[in-house]
């Protein structure tokens, strides 16, 4: 992974007891989860080790993210702070989709496209697979993911939420509470 690069730190080691992207905590503590922070936004990588192998989640933040919960009080609202189920959504955001579109036809991003085209090595594990995904994708996206994360480009950050807003009003919501489109 290219942290130095795009010039993350590491700045927190934990053991998380829940996934960001999972409704209910685990009810162990033993999802060993690293955090690295830019000065833009913060990427944690979790290794969640209760299923039968090894899963590696990576979910982006932006810098008031908590290190230990998924959702915070913003603008006197709950909402989802880790960003890693939605995390297509934004990519298909950063590609200039419409939310109609994404509603509608369900395919890869531009990046994931293009870090497919490469070839999936059977050989290496979920884990890897998901570092080099990532990893291609940053390359693709460049800066334009890091800075739809940065607290400073509220602008950009209020057409993505309203992005997401429309995509849920299209594909429709689920029952989680709050709603996935609560994002912050």
Not at 105 to 131: T, Y
Not at 155 to 184: M, T
Request: aromatic residues 16%; proline residues 5%; negative net charge.
């Amino acid at each position: 992974m290219p942290l130095e690069k795009w010039r993350f730190k590491e700045s927190t080691r934990l053991f998380s007891e829940y996934r960001p992207d999972v409704s209910l905590p685990s009810g162990k503590m033993v999802l060993p989860t690293v955090i690295y922070d830019s000065e833009r936004c913060r990427v944690m990588f979790l290794l969640d080790q209760e299923r039968y192998n090894d899963d590696l989640v990576i979910f982006y933040g932006r810098k008031h993210a908590p290190n230990d919960k998924k959702l915070m009080k913003w603008d006197g609202e709950e909402c989802y702070c880790w960003h890693g189920h939605d995390f297509d959504l934004a990519l298909k955001f950063l590609d200039g989709v419409s939310p109609r579109e994404t509603a509608q036809k369900r395919w890869p991003s531009h990046g994931v496209q293009e870090f497919l085209k490469l070839g999936l090595d059977e050989s290496i594990g979920q884990p890897e697979s998901m570092v080099r995904m990532h990893a291609a994708v940053w390359e693709f996206y460049g800066n334009r993911l890091f800075d739809l994360f940065d607290l400073r480009r509220s602008e950009l950050w209020a057409q993505y939420s309203q992005f997401v807003r429309e995509f849920y009003d299209l594909y429709g919501r689920n029952l989680a509470v709050p709603p996935f489109d609560k994002i912050c």
